[in-house]
């Protein structure tokens, strides 16, 4: 290509506009953009948060360990929901791997994957938004965000 070319492909309602300068190195060089339903801007890994990695915080990208969740007989929950949640047994009560303890209504939250710091769950008896974090102890807790 000669200098200041630009290269466009339209499919499926997407514009590709691809435009590459000599200049500079090839990887500064190339500016993407992707446009589509109603012009917006995408720019991947500039504002991506699936892109974007906490410098703080480790991800594991093993496979998250599945669980069998039984109904638990909680019924401040529609029927669908009871086997996500189950009453909170006090301080002898452990958590395994799959389970956060609500602050706000002191219910077990339940989840058919392993629970790690980061994940985002819904405590449906006080409709609260809840993020799972790692306590000092190492067990697992939830931190209301709504």
Known sequence: MSQGAAVT?????FDLTVDVTHQVPV???AAVSLTG???ALYRPGLSDPLM???AGEERS???RARFELDETGFD???KKYRRFY???GGDGDVLAPNEV???VCKVVIRSARELRPGDKVYCMPCMSRLVVIRAGNGRLEALVTY
């Open 37 to 39: 339903h109603g012009g």
């Open 9 to 13: 492909v339209e499919r499926s309602g």
């Open 52 to 54: 974007a990695r906490d």
């Open 61 to 63: 990208h093993a496979v």
């Open 101 to 103: 303890l609500c602050p």
């Open 86 to 88: 189950r009453r909170w």
């Open 76 to 78: 401040e929950v529609p």
């Open 27 to 29: 990887a500064a060089a």
